[in-house]
């Protein structure tokens, strides 16, 4: 993607009322692959983070690259193989894994498969840090003792009989306060208590729609669309078909940090919310 090519954004100003919806963009569409970016420089102008979900349809590899940037990477189908200097990561679908900021590595695609990546900050062809074909450096670098791909098995935090949703990085799946992502799976018509999150939510909506009530209307996300919904907005999310979308909350998610309203009759039960803030004691008594 040429830098004229950019379609920069505006990025919400923190006084906006209502969560701001833009379109995906695809940035890049190869024989093999398809990137489209719902959080970024292109699609949002957000120099602090980027998301996208990548379609791998045929075997393939990428060039080596040395990123500026730590990317979160949630495996959603398939898998990827990472050659880095330490030898070579498999992480396979229902996985996250931790590309720490200046790790050397080269993405293979064994076959199809579908990822989302998160950014901090924001990808950019310039930050990336690619090797293009005969450019590569000569010689194997030394792996040091911590470095490379750091893999994450995913946690059905949230296991209510129309919603289920699966951490991949944050307080539960990798015991990160800083970043926590998911994917959420809504299976028939329902809707969420009223909530005023303490945290910033980046959300990408993959399939179906998600609607968002406030005192002063109702926002639409549909598939193809991302919101970015900033800390404090009091919101209750109605679901009014079956659907699959991906919350990136800064900083991670807590039970605590949700500030949710009880509502009876809302997707999630006393139960499956005794059992998150389980989850969460749990993680915050071992550290």
Excluded at 64 to 71: H, I, M, R
Excluded at 238 to 263: D, Q
Aim: glycine content about 8%; some cysteine.
């Amino acid at each position: 993607v040429g830098s004229s090519d950019l379609r920069q954004r505006r990025p919400r100003a923190p006084s906006d009322a209502m969560p701001t919806v833009t379109p995906a963009v695809e940035v890049a569409k190869l024989d093999n692959l398809s990137i489209t970016e719902y959080f970024g420089g292109v699609a949002t102008g957000d120099p602090r983070l980027s998301a996208a979900h990548v379609v791998v349809t045929v075997a393939g590899e990428e060039a080596w690259q040395t990123p500026s940037f730590d990317e979160y990477v949630i495996i959603t189908s398939g898998e990827v193989h990472l050659l880095h200097a330490g030898g070579e990561t498999v992480v396979k679908q229902g996985s996250g894994v931790f590309l720490k900021s200046g790790l050397r590595m080269k993405w293979v695609f064994p076959g199809p498969c579908s990822y989302v990546p998160i950014c901090m900050p924001a990808f950019s062809p310039d930050n990336v840090n690619r090797e293009e074909e005969g450019q590569e450096k000569e010689g194997k670098a030394e792996a040091k003792e911590g470095e490379g791909p750091v893999i994450f098995s995913s946690v059905d935090v949230v296991t209510a009989p129309d919603l289920t949703i699966t951490e991949f990085f944050g307080h539960v799946a990798s015991k990160d306060p800083v970043i926590s992502a998911c994917v959420a799976t809504v299976r028939a018509p329902c809707a969420e208590a009223f909530q005023a999150p303490d945290f910033d939510e980046y959300v990408l909506v993959l399939s179906g729609e998600v609607h968002l009530q406030q005192e002063s209307g109702t926002t639409v996300v549909a598939a193809g669309q991302a919101c970015f919904l900033k800390a404090k907005e009091r919101v209750k999310w109605v679901w009014p078909c079956a659907s699959t979308y991906v919350p990136i909350c800064l900083p991670a998610f807590s039970p605590a940090g949700c500030n949710r309203e009880e509502e009876e009759g809302a997707a999630k039960d006393k139960a499956t919310m005794d059992r998150l803030h389980a989850l969460h004691a749990d993680v915050a008594q071992s550290a």
